[in-house]
């Protein structure tokens, strides 16, 4: 238990963890290939480095976020000294998801290790050779009784979901954030729900449209679309659509070259589920760029489809593949319509030259977080809160958060006794008006 309460020790905990993410870097990348033929370029971006940026933050900033904190004390209680202490929850679970499957199973982890948690990892089955490498370093920095990495299927994380827990993180898809929230509210069980959604991305007739095409095509095939933020669909405005699709087109074959099947950036399909799932959002759409399948590298090209219908399979739930479906707006009328047809999205992005036009659009719309002019990128600043709204999910993460994410907040009055200002005690006689002057100025 000495994690519960000895910072040094958590500190030096997530030290060792450190060593041994870095030790074993190269052996993460080689998994993350093997898994779904990630690059090295994406697996160090977005999953090693951060790790170990999340890691080296933590390190340094885990004695401030665990002092005790003082607060400006309450006039009605003086004389006090006010603290917010920060406790561990306790027995923490954590289920992580295939797509990034490194980096949202290690970042939950360290937040929840610096802030005193106990913690059950239970990492994804189908990016199988990542979990493994996850489980063995794992094993190798902590104590089993500290940080346990539990690997299986859904039948496992069926089994954890009976237990008891004093916080479950969860990171996957709504219909099972839905299974999970069930499980933990059965205990009372607080928790954070880090799910996906239909990610509108609009550009309007002002935007820089080459730029815009650029990344939004960096955005939606990085990770070929298995990605939460990853803008789903375009709204296009329909003065500058045709123009539009030209420059994406010619930027995914600037990223990936002609046939994009042979390059070694651009990743596959996770399993065959998802291949064919995906291939069947194909069907009965007007596929104006890439559109090509192969089953036995579980490939699908960077594709983009031209005013799907609203009722068509792709616009009915988040796409999750390197699928891009173009729809052109008239009216921000037009935008409303489309918008609100579902849930509140995980991520926004408009791209924009017109600033009234952009801030108007992200007041407007509620949404987990997002970009103007850009996709993506909010992920990467550790003071931005990351997490969803509505069925995008519960609670956010990142930085400091992520330390406050696990650790209950405690309020603690010191009262002093050198004085006790009879005020508050009964008999209350004519004390009324005294106490009505004092509030008024409170
Ligand atoms: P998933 O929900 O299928 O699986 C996530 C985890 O839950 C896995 O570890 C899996 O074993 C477990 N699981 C699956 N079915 C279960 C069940 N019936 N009961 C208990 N546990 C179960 O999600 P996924 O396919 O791994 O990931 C893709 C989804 O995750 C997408 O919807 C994506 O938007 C979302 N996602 C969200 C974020 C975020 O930060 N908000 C990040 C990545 C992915």
């Given at each position: 238990?000495?994690?519960?309460?000895?910072?040094?020790?958590?500190?030096?905990?997530?030290?060792?963890?450190?060593?041994?993410?870095?030790?074993?870097?190269?052996?993460?990348?080689?998994?993350?290939?093997?898994?779904?033929?990630?690059?090295?370029?994406?697996?160090?971006?977005?999953?090693?480095?951060?790790?170990?940026?999340?890691?080296?933050?933590?390190?340094?900033?885990?004695?401030?976020?665990?002092?005790?904190?003082?607060?400006?004390?309450?006039?009605?209680?003086?004389?006090?000294?006010?603290?917010?202490?920060?406790?561990?929850?306790?027995?923490?679970l954590?289920i992580?998801?295939?797509?990034?499957?490194?980096?949202?199973?290690?970042?939950?982890?360290?937040?929840?290790?610096?802030?005193?948690?106990?913690?059950?990892?239970k990492?994804?089955?189908?990016?199988?050779?990542?979990?493994?490498?996850?489980?063995?370093?794992?094993?190798?920095?902590?104590?089993?009784?500290?940080?346990?990495?539990?690997?299986?299927?859904v039948t496992?994380s069926q089994q954890l979901l009976t237990q008891r827990w004093?916080y479950i993180f969860f990171t996957g898809s709504v219909p099972v954030g839905k299974i999970v929230a069930k499980a933990a509210a059965q205990f009372i069980t607080p928790v954070t729900l880090e799910l996906?959604?239909?990610?509108?991305?609009?550009?309007?007739?002002?935007?820089?449209?080459?730029?815009?095409?650029?990344?939004?095509?960096?955005?939606?095939?990085?990770?070929?679309?298995?990605?939460?933020?990853?803008?789903?669909?375009?709204?296009?405005?329909?003065?500058?659509?045709?123009?539009?699709?030209?420059?994406?087109?010619?930027?995914?074959?600037?990223?990936?070259?002609?046939?994009?099947?042979?390059?070694?950036?651009?990743?596959?399909?996770?399993?065959?589920?998802?291949?064919?799932?995906?291939?069947?959002?194909?069907?009965?759409?007007?596929?104006?760029?890439?559109?090509?399948?192969?089953?036995?590298?579980?490939?699908?090209?960077?594709?983009?489809?031209?005013?799907?219908?609203?009722?068509?399979?792709?616009?009915?739930?988040?796409?999750?593949?390197?699928?891009?479906?173009?729809?052109?707006?008239?009216?921000?009328?037009?935008?409303?319509?489309?918008?609100?047809?579902?849930?509140?999205?995980?991520?926004?992005?408009?791209?924009?030259?017109?600033?009234?036009?952009?801030?108007?659009?992200?007041?407007?719309?509620?949404?987990?977080?997002?970009?103007?002019?850009?996709?993506?990128?909010?992920?990467?600043?550790?003071?931005?809160?990351?997490?969803?709204?509505?069925h995008?999910g519960i609670g956010?993460?990142?930085?400091?958060?992520?330390?406050?994410?696990?650790?209950?907040?405690?309020?603690?009055?010191?009262?002093?006794?050198?004085?006790?200002?009879?005020?508050?005690?009964?008999?209350?006689?004519?004390?009324?008006?005294?106490?009505?002057?004092?509030?008024?100025?409170?």
């Amino acid at each position: 238990m000495e994690y519960k309460t000895n910072v040094r020790y958590r500190k030096e905990s997530l030290k060792k963890l450190l060593y041994y993410v870095v030790k074993n870097e190269e052996t993460i990348i080689q998994a993350l290939y093997d898994d779904f033929k990630k690059s090295a370029f994406e697996a160090v971006l977005t999953e090693t480095s951060y790790v170990i940026s999340d890691l080296k933050y933590a390190i340094n900033n885990i004695n401030s976020w665990a002092k005790p904190k003082r607060v400006l004390p309450s006039i009605l209680n003086f004389p006090s000294s006010d603290f917010i202490y920060s406790e561990p929850y306790g027995k923490v679970l954590i289920i992580s998801p295939w797509n990034y499957p490194f980096q949202l199973a290690l970042c939950p982890l360290i937040s929840a290790v610096a802030a005193g948690n106990r913690v059950i990892l239970k990492p994804s089955e189908l990016t199988p050779k990542t979990s493994a490498i996850i489980a063995k370093i794992i094993a190798k920095a902590f104590h089993k009784n500290h940080v346990e990495v539990i690997e299986g299927d859904v039948t496992v994380s069926q089994q954890l979901l009976t237990q008891r827990w004093d916080y479950i993180f969860f990171t996957g898809s709504v219909p099972v954030g839905k299974i999970v929230a069930k499980a933990a509210a059965q205990f009372i069980t607080p928790v954070t729900l880090e799910l996906g959604g239909k990610n509108p991305c609009i550009v309007d007739e002002t935007a820089d449209l080459k730029l815009a095409a650029k990344r939004i095509v960096w955005g939606k095939f990085v990770n070929a679309g298995q990605t939460c933020i990853a803008p789903d669909y375009i709204l296009v405005h329909f003065k500058v659509k045709e123009k539009f699709i030209i420059y994406l087109m010619e930027e995914i074959t600037l990223a990936y070259g002609k046939e994009p099947e042979f390059s070694q950036d651009f990743p596959s399909i996770v399993n065959e589920k998802n291949w064919r799932r995906l291939c069947n959002l194909l069907i009965d759409t007007s596929v104006v760029f890439g559109g090509k399948t192969k089953e036995d590298k579980y490939y699908i090209a960077p594709t983009l489809i031209d005013e799907p219908s609203l009722d068509s399979l792709i616009m009915a739930d988040e796409i999750f593949g390197p699928l891009l479906p173009i729809l052109s707006y008239k009216t921000e009328d037009d935008l409303e319509t489309i918008i609100t047809r579902y849930e509140k999205p995980l991520a926004f992005y408009v791209f924009s030259l017109n600033s009234n036009f952009s801030k108007k659009i992200i007041q407007k719309y509620s949404f987990g977080g997002g970009c103007i002019n850009d996709t993506m990128i909010h992920f990467a600043n550790k003071r931005l809160p990351f997490g969803g709204v509505g069925h995008s999910g519960i609670g956010a993460y990142h930085g400091r958060l992520s330390f406050d994410t696990f650790s209950h907040k405690k309020a603690i009055v010191k009262k002093g006794n050198w004085i006790d200002l009879s005020m508050r005690y009964a008999p209350y006689k004519d004390k009324l008006t005294t106490i009505r002057r004092i509030l008024k100025w409170l």
